[in-house]
């Protein structure tokens, strides 16, 4: 069973930065692409950028300028460097494989852009 383990969410003002973490277990991590997801309030879970297996990077229009996803395969880690953050980016932020995700999910990190 894949674990997908999220971290980095926190509260920040508009302007700030937050630089978020995803941990996955198993031994076939190098193989895929990742991506990051949001879920913003009462809103559908909606993709925010992802990485290929060989490091070449898609975003979001929203994000695009402003995030920049990474990944170091030797620590079965993605990562998710948020700048110029906005209220609208508050949302529960999400990693999974990318394109096809897994059927499981994890708790995701929460991310809050308030003044």
């Known amino acids: 069973q894949v674990q997908l383990v999220e971290s980095g969410g926190g509260l920040v003002q508009p302007g700030g930065s937050l630089r978020l973490s995803c941990a996955a277990s198993g031994s076939s991590f190098s193989f895929y692409g990742m991506g990051w997801y949001r879920e913003a309030p009462g809103k559908q879970r909606e993709w925010v950028a992802d990485?290929?297996?060989?490091?070449?990077?898609n975003y979001s229009d929203s994000v695009k300028g402003r995030f920049t996803i990474s990944r170091d395969n030797a620590k079965n880690t993605v990562y998710l460097q948020m700048n110029s953050l906005k209220p609208e980016d508050t949302a529960v932020y999400l990693c999974?494989?990318?394109?096809?995700?897994?059927?499981?999910w994890g708790q995701g990190t929460r991310v809050t852009v308030s003044s």
């Open positions: 990485i290929t297996r060989d490091g070449r990077t």
């Open positions: 999974n494989k990318h394109p096809i995700p897994y059927e499981y």
